[in-house]
């Protein structure tokens, strides 16, 4: 990343284009620059919009110029993933059923960022229906990580990770359904926050695990993180799984940031974290002691249903995606086959036409779990280990404000180490997929590098609807170090 226009924070930039000492226009041009220089390396969108995007610069220009208001992210150039419906460009989920299909709505969370001035650039590269760990399981193509070529960005957000982490724009949204916002975050080195369950919209975000599903952002700071919560977050009507703000209010994010939490107690699970890359252990267990260092106490607690997370959630997910995506029948939406000898062979041939290898897999695998006489033994099954470590979290929060543990067991792997070997692939989930079957919030921040200088992400977790108290700790950690600061150099 060259130009130092890239290098400022979202808060800035808006203030700086608000204020007239710097164009929407001109930041938005640096962003497509950059995007120019790297995008064929990286391959972090699936569509880019340079014409749009600068016209809609321009207009909150004018607006600056002529003292209106430009909204909270006013001429900033943000990403959206691809898997959340625009009325701009196609909506592919990465996928090839979905590659032409238009969607005739924003998703809420889209319409809030349109509101609040942003510019959007583009929409960003996943795993196909977000169903992967990194974004080789898309349909359309591959993107690399910035921090080394040779390794992939993790996923299934990769292509928003990646885009925030080559300055291809100042943050994204992703989504997050097992880990897909934090680890992609950890991998390339930004901040990625999967919100509590309901305290963003899903309207309009293409459903792949409805009871898992939460968009978020991923930005390069943590200030960024909560301007856009302070956007994105709040009850839609649209969505009856948002929940309502009389219950669980939403806070201005951005108020209190800055005001350092007193008498932190830092939940910590030491057998369960055993299992990570000697790098990672290391990493977390030196940003605890920075914690310490800023007066938390450190706590361990006991979680003994943690290691059953992974199996609950591939018998979960796999199952909700089994009938989500059982829409995608070749008469509704997207690809249709072409001359099927009868009406069965149009939704077969679309299906087996239109979708990938991993996305098959995985409505086979829910269709299973989901089937008369297996749905007792593994659904039913799932959904009581799901309930015992929401329990655990419970009771580890009466002795805690947060948990920390990584993100990810190892930093960015090499591309094609892990994509053959499916079980291999899921276990990289490990750390993620409880706060998702809990619906608790999460965050990925940069704390570190390994020996090959890929970056490391800390994980902290934190009670429902407590992202106002997340941001708080995540910010005093980035307030006393520079981790966040060092960008990739990109070998292109
Ligand atoms: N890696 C997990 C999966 O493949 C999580 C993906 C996600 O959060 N969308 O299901």
């Not at 977000?130 to 070529?149: C, F, H, K, V, Y």
């Not at 570190?448 to 910010?475: K, V």
Request: charged share 25%.
């Amino acid at each position: 990343m060259s130009s130092e226009l890239l290098d400022r924070s979202c808060r800035d930039l808006r203030d700086q284009i608000a204020g007239g000492e710097v164009s929407s226009v001109e930041a938005t041009k640096a962003v497509f620059e950059a995007i120019g220089k790297y995008e064929e390396t990286i391959g972090a969108y699936i569509s880019t919009f340079e014409k749009e995007a600068l016209e809609r610069a321009g207009e909150i220009d004018k607006k600056a110029a002529a003292g209106e208001e430009v909204g909270a992210l006013g001429g900033v150039a943000v990403a959206v993933k691809d898997n959340m419906c625009t009325t701009f460009g196609a909506t592919t989920c990465a996928s090839k059923i979905l590659e032409s299909f238009r969607s005739p709505y924003n998703a809420t969370a889209v319409e809030k960022l349109l509101n609040a001035g942003a510019v959007i650039v583009g929409k960003t590269n996943l795993d196909e229906f977000a169903m992967g760990s990194s974004t080789e399981n898309s349909g359309l193509r591959q993107t690399i990580n910035p921090w080394d070529t040779s390794c992939v960005p993790g996923g299934s957000s990769g292509g928003s990770a990646a885009a925030v982490a080559a300055g291809m724009c100042f943050a994204a949204l992703g989504s997050d359904t097992g880990g897909s916002i934090r680890q992609p975050a950890s991998l390339c080195g930004v901040v990625g926050l999967k919100p509590t369950y309901g305290r963003v919209s899903r309207y309009g975000l293409v459903a792949y695990g409805s009871s898992l599903d939460q968009i978020g952002p991923l930005t390069r700071t943590v200030g960024d993180c909560a301007l856009m919560m302070n956007i994105i977050a709040g009850h839609d009507a649209a969505d009856s799984t948002s929940v309502d703000e009389e219950r669980a209010p939403v806070c201005d994010y951005l108020a209190k940031l800055d005001e350092a939490i007193g008498g932190l107690k830092v939940g910590v699970v030491p057998e369960f974290v055993a299992g990570a890359d000697e790098d990672v252990r290391r990493a977390i267990a030196d940003a605890i002691e920075v914690y310490k260092g800023l007066g938390a106490e450190v706590i361990e607690v006991e979680m003994p249903h943690l290691d059953y997370a992974i199996a609950a959630y591939y018998v979960i997910a796999t199952a909700e995606a089994s009938s989500n995506l059982a829409r995608y029948d070749g008469v509704h939406y997207g690809h249709r086959t072409e001359e099927p000898s009868d009406y069965i062979e149009v939704y077969s041939k679309s299906r087996e036409e239109g979708f990938g290898k991993e996305v098959k897999r995985r409505i086979m695998l829910g269709t299973y779990a989901l089937s008369s006489g297996y749905y007792d033994a593994y659904y039913l099954k799932a959904l009581k280990v799901r309930n015992l470590i929401r329990g655990d979290f419970t009771n580890a929060f009466e002795k805690c404000d947060c948990i920390m543990m990584p993100v990810s067991p190892t930093t960015a792997f090499k591309i094609g180490e892990k994509v053959d070997d499916p079980l291999k692939m899921y276990l990289s989930d490990i750390y993620t997929i409880a706060a998702n079957l809990s619906g608790i919030p999460g965050i990925s921040i940069p704390c570190g590098f390994d020996g090959s200088n890929l970056p490391i992400g800390l994980q902290i977790l934190s009670p429902a609807f407590s992202e106002d108290r997340l941001l708080r700790i995540a910010r005093m950690f980035e307030s006393t170090t520079d981790y966040h600061k060092k960008r990739p150099v990109i070998v292109d």
